[in-house]
């Protein structure tokens, strides 16, 4: 039974998602009850499986089925500490985006849902694939529900941007397609049998050449967009700006967090000698986008813009850590990627509410909201400590084990990287001086309050901010071990690296 | 006999050392308490009760005073006790786990005394003091929170314990300072308050950092004991960055300029937080790590360079400040600039000795002057008052007695913590800086006299009805009197120096050298820089009547300036990072980045136009398609015909 539980995760939203999204529009109601139902099991079973994995290395809860064999490409798919939070985070957020959606979305509800319900297959299956093969596959299937999803739901200007978006990430996944064939191709004639199994080409011995070193990039651009590095990051603000705030939500909260994944699962594990080479190109980009992220919102002039440049710089913060590669930095990048969505996702949130209650998003037209609402400013204010990193909010643990980690391997980055305590705070409480404070300007006969369901959506978000805050033992007990497991691997091939160019 | 005396006061300790946990927790349960009740009434137009508010905010702290003062009385009974308890885990990784782990030994102890009773009192103040405010409930809410932070500051075992303490008093800070925030200068107060602080943990958090990597440890006494294995550069890298830290939080030159401004908030809060307690965690932060500064003689030199620097700069500018609260905001810098004086020269237990007089009387003078702008409807200018001592009669004497605290006058409270630390500079042989301190003394005692007499000598300027002052202010303002005329008996010159020698576990001991008849001298000296200070204020404010022709010329010009600091930061600084922000991303993104990418379709449009002649349907997708097309016949061929292409 339990080998089957990752595939079971995987594909009960995949199927109902498809089967619901040829439902006639007659059956909105249905559909969008059925998708809340089956987000539901989904958030269920993958509590369950936080009880099931053990907090040690390794994949955990295996199934290898054949599934092209004459390329021995086989349905892999496993878990560790890692992907295990990833999979809480995909399952939670499609909840709540899906109780956040219940009334937001107007327009053809039943699609959208349905829609949300294929992204969650694809971020499913593009955690827990072990095949590189199969994880393309399900990383092609995040981007076509995400290409509707904007497309028909989006803002004014949803159609320039959702074509920039798709070139985007289509450049980047051919690039990606091409490097595992390639890949797969070298491996196939170093050793006469053919692999796409992530397990198996981690342990190819690469040389130093160029040729590596170019395949390295091809199997991190797609990566590097989707996260986003400074400067493939053009995508991004317009994205986030145009997108429904609830799709934005699962985008800047989880989507963004495969690029991360992809570079931590697949890029360096294959190529940890490159990623050595070019560590300090990456690193400096890194710096780039935390500080010009933040700098650049600081001049921004609309709350999703804001927000979206922001969002540039905590995950150039995230993207360093990466970088840097020590458990320290890994430990605090993994949860880091739970802070940041928790914290960036909740205040996207926020703003839908703004723009559907105000018709508006441009600070100069917003001020003393928390005037009116109270309650929203709070929880505004609570996410935007949360999100500059206040010890006691979960920002601070990740900001902090990463700008650790990254001081362990050079003083000067870690110093440049501690920028962000400063600037972060400088645009952060300058919108909330702008936005919530002051004498009261708000559209004429407009009134701010937050609903029932998107209360609902918002709330464990808050729980969860002050509880990663507070107390690490639950997640960090299972990060742990398995970032120790996906470093000393990487070790071991680079010594053995090491030794075969000694002796050849 | 002795050793079963020995055994049950050791059982008693291990017995109650949860207590310790408790004096942290209690102001944090008030806090949760007073939020929900706070955030449950928020359609309410009155809020919750004040009435309830009032005794459960006051309760959690007086609490968490009764506990301290318990384990306090342990601590003075029993030698050198020092507290410990761990109350959860906090922040585990496979390298290191951080603890929210307590310690109270004779420094945290006698803060932590030093802030629960006077946060009690000012709670009690804030009571009559915010009586009828809409925001009652969230004005005790942010207060126990303060609370809470400020105790785990002052407690924790630990430095990520401390920052996490340190930046939640900022955070609490922030929001006290704008806690009227329709008025968007409040709430600019409070922005600029956190940020300028966040300039400080900038430093402080890459300390913390880069001391952890060097002595693999976050605790005081681990990082104690592998200090010595540090070499210099290490040294003083880490104590300086550690004291950009507490340059941030208790507003020494450059980081000043925010304190001033916080005078925005409810003047309560600016006893607690801007005057007794927050701002004196820069100098705690310096005596909990001397066995750093110790080992680095360069950065205590900076660090007297710059205590006194910003004593002298601030107390001139306080010289010319009409507003009631703002005299009292530069007198603070100016105090916490002696503090820093102290514990440069090596004297820690010196400026802690200050931190502990001055919370006295300084909170006493805040809460005096809040008394009075009460009483006066809100009016905070000097010029509108006079001849309140006949209608303000406990407050006046309140007033008098903190003034002559402050000023320096035996045998009140500042006069004995201002002179240790003038003599540990003399002592040193910092001749220059004594000078300094000297001087910054004599005006002292005239701002702070210009002040009383402007406002309770003379007739009354003012046009409003004067009120009178309600019982819950006048006991708080009692007691912290009370506080301010004998807290300085503690640390008696000399051989009697009862709390240099407490804290002598804690911080070190430090002997004065100077003989008697020298240190009979020094005081002599300051106490005489006293005299002349008010003596002048006496004489040019005593009958003080309108107008008041403000000060002119170059030099009175640059203090009403003041020296320019908050015009240079937000020239060179502020705007130039806004306008960057603004236009930067015009530039950077949509010119270079996009514009390079549109630049690179421009060759794909092309291409696709010819290909359009086949009609194509999509051009986009199917431009993909074909090229993606291309690579896979490529990669057939290759793959059958010459595979080597694919050996790397």
């Given at each position: 039974m339990n080998s089957y539980l990752l595939s079971l995760l995987i594909f009960l939203p995949l199927l109902t998602g498809a089967v619901l999204l040829t439902l006639p529009r007659r059956f909105t109601a249905f559909a969008k009850g059925a998708a809340l139902v089956i987000a539901s099991l989904e958030f269920l079973l993958s509590l369950w499986l936080w009880v099931q994995v053990q907090p040690q290395g390794g994949y955990q809860l295996v199934q290898k089925l054949s599934w092209i064999p004459f390329m021995n490409i086989n349905y892999h798919v496993g878990i560790d500490g890692i992907s295990l939070f990833l999979v809480l985070l995909t399952t939670l957020f499609t909840l709540l985006a899906l109780v956040y959606a219940w009334h937001q979305i107007e327009n053809n509800g039943g699609r959208f849902f349905s829609l949300v319900l294929l992204l969650e297959a694809g971020m499913l299956g593009t955690v827990l694939a072990l095949d590189l093969v199969v994880f393309y596959l399900f990383w092609e299937l995040m981007l076509i529900p995400m290409f509707f999803m904007i497309g028909i739901w989006g803002g004014a200007r949803r159609i320039p941007t959702v074509t920039k978006f798709v070139i985007y990430t289509m450049s980047g996944s051919l690039v990606l397609l091409i490097s595992i064939l390639f890949l797969g191709s070298a491996y196939h004639s170093q050793t006469g049998n053919w692999s796409f199994d992530l397990t198996i080409l981690t342990q190819l011995q690469l040389p130093v050449s160029p040729l590596v070193d170019l395949l390295f990039f091809g199997f991190a651009l797609a990566f590097l967009i989707k996260l986003p590095l400074f400067p493939l990051h053009t995508w991004l603000p317009d994205t986030y700006t145009e997108a429904p705030p609830v799709v934005t939500f699962l985008l800047a909260g989880v989507m963004a967090k495969m690029g991360v994944y992809g570079l931590i699962r697949i890029t360096i594990p294959l190529f940890p000698g490159a990623m050595e080479r070019w560590s300090i190109l990456l690193s400096t980009l890194a710096i780039i986008g935390i500080v010009y992220g933040a700098i650049v919102a600081l001049g921004q002039i609309e709350l999703k813009r804001l927000i979206a440049y922001s969002s540039l710089s905590h995950m150039s913060l995230i993207a360093l850590g990466v970088f840097n590669w020590n458990p320290t930095s890994l430990e605090g990048v993994v949860y880091h990627m739970l802070n940041h969505a928790v914290a960036t996702g909740a205040l996207f949130l926020l703003i839908g509410i703004v723009e559907k209650k105000y018709g508006t998003t441009q600070i100069k037209e917003l001020g003393g909201v928390a005037k009116q609402a109270p309650v929203f400013a709070a929880l505004f204010l609570l996410m935007s400590f949360a999100s500059i990193g206040v010890p006691g909010l979960n920002g601070f643990v990740g900001e902090f084990l990463i700008l650790l980690g990254v001081a362990s391997s050079s003083a000067s980055l870690a110093i440049l990287a501690a920028l962000t305590l400063i600037l972060s705070a400088a645009y952060m409480l300058w919108l909330t001086q702008r936005f919530l404070f002051g004498a009261l300007n708000v559209p004429a006969g407009r009134l701010l309050s937050i609903e029932r369901l998107q209360m609902a959506s918002l709330i464990p978000l808050c729980l969860l901010a002050i509880l990663m805050g507070l107390y690490t033992r639950p997640f960090m007990q299972y990060i742990g071990p398995a970032v120790q497991d996906v470093i000393s691997r990487n070790q071991t091939q680079l010594q053995a690296q090491a030794e075969g160019d000694h002796h050849g | 006999m002795h050793t079963e005396h020995a055994t049950t006061t050791l059982a008693i300790s291990l017995q109650s050392n949860w207590l310790l946990s408790m004096v942290v927790l209690l102001p944090f349960l008030g806090a949760l308490l007073l939020g929900l009740l706070t955030l449950s009434q928020?359609?309410?137009?009155?809020?919750?009760s004040e009435k309830l508010v009032g005794l459960l905010g006051t309760a959690f702290p007086a609490l968490a005073a009764i506990l301290a003062l318990f384990l306090f009385a342990q601590q003075l009974s029993q030698g050198e006790l020092v507290w410990h308890h761990t109350l959860a885990s906090w922040l585990e990784t496979s390298r290191f786990s951080i603890d929210f782990a307590f310690m109270m030994d004779h420094l945290s102890g006698l803060m932590a005394v030093m802030i629960t009773f006077i946060g009690t009192l000012i709670h009690i103040f804030s009571i009559a003091y915010m009586h009828g405010d809409r925001g009652f409930a969230r004005y005790f809410t942010y207060l126990n929170l303060f609370l809470g932070s400020m105790l785990l500051l002052i407690l924790s075992d630990n430095l990520v314990g401390l920052f996490m303490g340190w930046e939640g008093v900022g955070v609490c800070s922030f929001l006290l300072i704008g806690f009227w925030f329709d008025d968007p200068a409040k709430a600019g107060a409070g922005t600029k308050a956190f940020v300028v602080n966040r300039i400080g943990d900038f430093g402080f958090i890459l300390g913390i950092i880069f001391l952890f990597w060097n002595t693999q440890h976050f605790d005081y006494t681990g990082i104690q004991s592998a200090?010595?294995?540090?070499?210099p550069t290490q040294i003083n890298t880490i104590a300086f960055l550690l004291l950009v830290g507490a340059l941030g939080k208790s507003a020494q030159i450059p980081l000043h300029v925010w304190l001033p401004d916080a005078m925005a908030g409810p003047t309560p809060v600016s006893a607690l937080i801007h005057a007794a307690t927050m701002v004196t965690a820069g100098v705690y932060l310096i005596a909990r790590m001397h066995f750093l500064y110790e080992l680095s003689p360069s950065v205590s030199m900076l660090i007297v360079l710059i205590g006194s620097l910003t004593a002298f700069v601030a107390a001139t500018i306080a010289l010319v400040q009409t507003d009631i609260k703002k005299v009292l905001a530069y007198s603070t810098v100016s105090q916490l600039g002696y503090m820093f004086m102290g514990v440069g020269a090596g004297a820690y237990a010196a400026g802690i000795f200050h931190v502990f007089t001055h919370a006295f009387f300084k909170a006493a003078l805040f809460l005096g002057a809040g008394a009075v702008i009460h009483c006066l409807h809100h009016e905070q200018s000097l010029l509108k008052m006079g001849g309140l001592r006949k209608k303000m009669p406990v407050t006046h004497a309140v007033m008098l007695i903190s003034c002559l605290a402050i000023a320096g006058i035996p045998p009140l409270a500042g006069f004995f913590s201002k002179d240790e630390i003038l003599l540990a500079l003399w002592d040193k042989g910092l001749f220059v800086f004594w000078t300094l301190g000297l001087l910054t003394a004599g005006l002292t005692a005239f701002y702070m006299f210009r002040l009383y007499y402007l406002t309770f000598a003379g007739d009354y300027r003012g046009e409003s009805e004067v009120s009178t002052e309600p019982f819950l202010m006048k006991l708080p303002l009692g007691l912290l009197a009370i506080g301010a005329a004998l807290a300085g008996l503690l640390g008696l010159p000399g051989s009697y120096n009862w709390i240099s020698g407490w804290l002598a576990p804690a911080v070190g001991a430090h002997h004065p050298t100077a003989s008697p008849t020298v240190m009979g001298g020094l005081m002599l000296i300051s106490v005489a820089f006293a005299g002349v200070g008010i003596g002048i204020a006496r004489s040019r404010y005593k009958n003080f009547a309108l107008p008041y022709t403000a000060p002119t010329g170059p030099l009175a010009n640059m203090l009403q300036n003041k020296y320019g600091f908050d015009l240079l930061y937000e020239n060179v600084i502020v705007e130039p990072l806004r306008k960057l922000g603004r236009f930067g991303w015009t530039i950077a993104d949509r010119l270079l980045i996009d514009g390079a990418i549109t630049a690179g379709t421009w060759v794909y449009r092309v291409l696709g136009l010819s290909l359009k002649q086949l009609q194509f349907g999509n051009l986009r997708a199917y431009a993909h398609y074909l090229i993606f097309g291309v690579f896979m016949l490529a990669y057939l061929y290759f793959m059958r015909h010459m595979p080597e292409v694919f050996r790397l």
């Open positions: - | 928020v359609k309410n137009e009155q809020g919750p200090i010595q294995n540090l070499s």
